[in-house]
């Protein structure tokens, strides 16, 4: 009869530690968790800084330069009337532009915002060269990294509607 007590007592005993230590392995997921969501977040404000950085310097690029400045004013005329030089600055701004969108969308920033990246291809298809850009060039990089086919949507009506 005793030993039947001490073990029921060992057994209890055994079965509130596995309970204390089931509580303090539930806190301490808690609290990575909580650190976990902290660092997503902070690697999200990272890329929305850093995209921030690289959509002001490739802006301020029609500004800094006075070759790409002159190419971008003629942009409404078109590639085809412009000088090769002009014309291959353009190219490469889009392509540029283009490319930065892709490594955007691909790094999951702000793909649920459509409108977000409707307003960086619209700014891209604003003028004759740029549609032109698009035909050419332009929807293969779309289409290249958008594996559902809703870029390639939205830049298509994008290219119709100008």
Do not use: W
């Amino acid at each position: 009869m005793e030993t039947e007590l001490i073990v029921a007592v060992a057994q209890i005993a055994t079965g509130m530690a596995t309970l204390v230590v089931a509580l303090f392995l539930a806190g301490q997921i808690l609290l990575q968790r909580k650190a976990l969501d902290r660092a997503h977040n902070d690697a999200e404000r990272e890329l929305s800084l850093s995209s921030f950085a690289l959509v002001q310097d490739h802006f301020h690029l029609r500004i800094s330069s006075d070759a790409l400045r002159e190419a971008y004013d003629k942009r409404h005329e078109g590639l085809d009337k412009l000088t090769a030089s002009d014309a291959d600055l353009l190219r490469t701004y889009f392509s540029t532009a283009y490319a930065r969108i892709n490594t955007e969308y691909r790094l999951g920033r702000l793909t649920s915002h459509p409108d977000y990246y409707r307003r960086l291809y619209g700014t891209l298809m604003d003028s004759k060269a740029g549609l032109q850009y698009y035909e050419e060039h332009g929807r293969a990089l779309v289409k290249a990294y958008d594996p559902t086919g809703e870029r390639v949507l939205l830049t298509d009506e994008i290219y119709n509607s100008e």
